[in-house]
């Protein structure tokens, strides 16, 4: 079938722009784009179609952008499939304008051999309406002694390798894996962070986890991390992406690494760029995320780092948790918040702050994590995946937790006032999604 998007305000990550102009679309992929003419008239006679032998989608001035890609979506299968399924997690990313979830391998039992791998591909590919690209365990059980089997792993269609927040403690271990890692071409992703120091920190420490009698975490923790992961990348030369960078601390080793020319980057989450710890308040565990929310100086120097490109990907680090596990001291409190379907919206605040403009934040939602896995996805130009995301950046309305489709329902947005909504969601130019108006 062949589409044509007309009227749009095209998102352009790739170049840089916010225009109006037209799109088309033919056989899953993006034949052609044009910003001279909304109208999509000289899209149609450059290629000698009829608008009546087509499909045409009037945009309305709407924003229609790439879909966004996911880097850290856990998905409870196998193991805790009433927390969240394949089939919730893609309806909820394709309502949140996601067309590609990477999926984490926290999972039990953790994805760390082929036949678990295998599993969760066919369950993805049976219930997901959205692309899912699996990431599997960098170590045995994602326990810090043993590395999995990362050709074969990648020969079952791993596209990259971690331990998750399970940080691995034994350098020689994670020296050889990432060793190994490149000899096999493998990209391994890190959450940098010193385990010690961060062992049972619900909070960072300062003046606010101070009054509120929490245990805290120092910045340092994560600049620590951070520093002996590049000191092991100087040495073995793999290609390695830090999954959560959320405090200014950490940013100028971060800067000196890109440098020095290190196969490196990083990301973020959408709760660093939009929430510090004095959202907490009194002990809300909806707002207790790994690493601990951090200061509002941290969050600026993150999101100024976004919008340099120091920091390349925004990611939702969606972490489904039951109420159970939520409705609990805060100190005991299941850690994480789903994110799918407000990584949008949320990212949409700093778009109305005037922090960052929307090709910059599509450049670290879509662009730079298709680039850093390899994916054509993520831009606008001719040959690229028809995966695109229509919405509106200024409709008003009040989050509804339980509005959301994933079956858990622990987002720090409940009852917030949130601004933008996507109203469709196409992936290889069909439809997955579209709003009820």
Known sequence: MTTLFKNARLIDPEAGTDAPGALL?????????????????????????????????????KCLAPGIVDIGVKVCEPGERHKESYKSAGLAAAAGGVTTIVTRPDTSPAIDSPETLEFVTRRAQVDAPVNVLPMAALTKG??????????????????AFTDCDHVVGD?????????????????????????????????????????????????????MG??????????????????????????????????????????????????????????????KVKPPLRSEDDRLAVVEAVGSGLIDIIS??????????????????????????????????????????????????????????????GR?????????????????YVMDRFALRSKSKNTPFDTQRMQGRVLATYVAGDAIYRRDV
Not at 380 to 396: E, I, N
């Open 25 to 61: 679309v033919q056989g899953g992929e993006i034949l052609a784009c044009d910003t001279s003419d909304a109208s999509g008239a000289a899209l149609l006679a450059a290629h000698d179609l009829r608008a009546d032998e087509i499909e045409v989608l009037d945009c309305r001035g």
């Open 142 to 159: 994602r326990e810090g002694r043993e590395m999995v089997e990362i050709g074969l792993m990648m020969d079952a269609g791993a596209v």
């Open 171 to 223: 350098t020689k271990v994670f020296s050889r894996a990432l060793t190994y890692a490149r000899s096999c071409g493998a990209l391994v992703i890190a959450h940098p962070q010193e385990p010690g120091l961060s062992a049972g920190a619900a909070a960072t420490s300062g003046k606010f986890a101070a009054l509120r009698g929490l245990p805290a975490v120092s910045p340092m923790a994560e600049r």
């Open 380 to 396: 606008l130009s001719a040959g690229a995946p028809a995966d695109l995301v229509l919405f509106d950046p200024d409709v008003p």
């Open 226 to 287: 951070l520093d002996r992961d590049i000191a092991l990348l100087e040495m073995t030369g793999a290609a390695y992406h830090a999954d959560q960078i959320t405090t200014a601390r950490a940013l100028p080793a971060l800067e000196r690494a890109k440098a020095n020319g290190l196969d490196i980057t990083a990301g973020t989450s959408i709760h660093h760029l939009t929430l510090n710890e004095l959202d907490v308040a009194d002990y809300r565990t909806f707002f």
């Open 316 to 377: 939702s680090m969606h972490t489904p948790q039951d109420e159970e596990s939520k409705r609990l001291p805060f100190e005991e409190a299941a850690a994480g918040a789903v994110a799918l379907e407000t990584l949008l919206p949320a990212a949409l605040r700093l778009y109305h702050a005037e922090l960052l403009d929307l090709p910059t934040l599509f450049r670290a939602m879509a662009l730079n994590p298709a680039r850093r896995l390899g994916l054509a996805s």
